[in-house]
């Protein structure tokens, strides 16, 4: 195994949720609803829709970059869409989610397993429309059989395929879109919003909860305005923007790995987040429960 790939799940290993909680069933536990109070109303524990997404990480042009699709414009549900390859659980097809991820990125972009080498399995968490979604991240490699699989790995890119019932268009972030300190306030945003914050609120919110002021009454939410220049001039989506959990999950993974110290964010009051060398202590609290 390359040094690249050690060195990610060296970085990733407290935060897997499989390595850290060995004992627990994460995929048939008991679930709380009222713990989630972001949730619809109407949500209730028979109704959650199991799926699984991956993080797709990879090398090319010295940095490293987050593969994205865009869904298809003939879909029911979040026609044009920017977000992350993956699915809904599928019991004749999937033992686990991790089954489900995989399945589904290959049946969404064309990208087999063997392509894809498993970082870690973050905690799951349920989204305000009953989703049980657990994230996978995972780093994109040419060959099992090849030297230096996971270097500059952009060809591999190049040859995925969408599914064009699935998949409208497929492009990537570049991490240093997120830490260019010249355009990070007019990409990044964060509102607060009028809510109540439960301490169990979301297993992802816990993630910026040491570095974004969860103010009493108010819950901050990331915004990520993408850059035309992203995306394949006739392949746009609807709204080029990403927010919520899959925007937290960007800013965790990007200042996760570079362990960016100086990373500041103006947020709507003029709070100004600030990380420091001790970035990730306190990320995903949830392990520690």
């Known amino acids: 195994m390359s040094n690249l790939c050690e060195k990610l799940k060296k970085i990733f290993e407290k935060y897997d949720c499989k390595l850290n909680h060995s004992n627990l069933d994460v995929e048939n536990q008991k679930l709380d609803i009222d713990s989630f109070p972001h949730c619809q109303l109407d949500i209730n524990e ?56 995989f399945r589904e990125t290959y049946e969404e972009i064309g990208l087999k397993k063997e392509n894809l080498e498993l970082i870690c399995q973050l905690c799951h968490f349920i989204s305000p429309v009953g989703h049980y979604l657990v994230p996978f991240i995972c780093l994109l490699k040419k060959s099992n059989l090849l030297p230096h699989s996971y270097d500059d790995t952009l060809e591999v890119f190049k040859s995925l395929k969408p599914n064009p019932k699935e998949v409208e268009s497929i ?24 809510f109540k914050l439960d301490d169990s609120l979301n297993n992802f919110k816990h993630l910026l909860k040491d570095r974004i002021n969860f103010s009493d009454g108010f819950l901050s939410r990331v915004f990520i305005n993408f850059n035309e220049s992203l995306f394949e001039s006739n392949k746009m989506p609807n709204t080029p923007i990403l927010y919520g959990i899959n925007a937290t999950i960007i800013l965790f ?37």
Request: hydrophobic share 40%; proline share 3%.
């Open 46 to 101: 028979k109704n959650l829709k199991k799926c699984a997404i991956i993080i797709i990480l990879f090398r090319a042009n010295n940095e490293w970059n987050i593969l994205f699709t865009i869904r298809s414009s003939q879909l029911r549900s979040y026609p044009g869409e920017i977000c992350y390859p993956g699915g809904q659980f599928d019991s004749k097809l999937d033992k686990n989610l991790q089954d489900t991820a």
């Open 171 to 194: 492009f990537y972030l570049p991490f240093s879109y997120i830490l260019n300190s010249n355009f990070v306030n007019d990409r990044i945003s964060v509102l607060r919003i009028p």
């Open 253 to 289: 993974v990007v200042l996760t790995i570079e362990n960016e110290a100086n990373f500041k964010l103006l947020i709507e009051n003029a709070y100004i987040l600030e990380t420091n060398s001790s970035l990730t202590q306190g990320f995903i609290r949830v392990l520690e429960r």
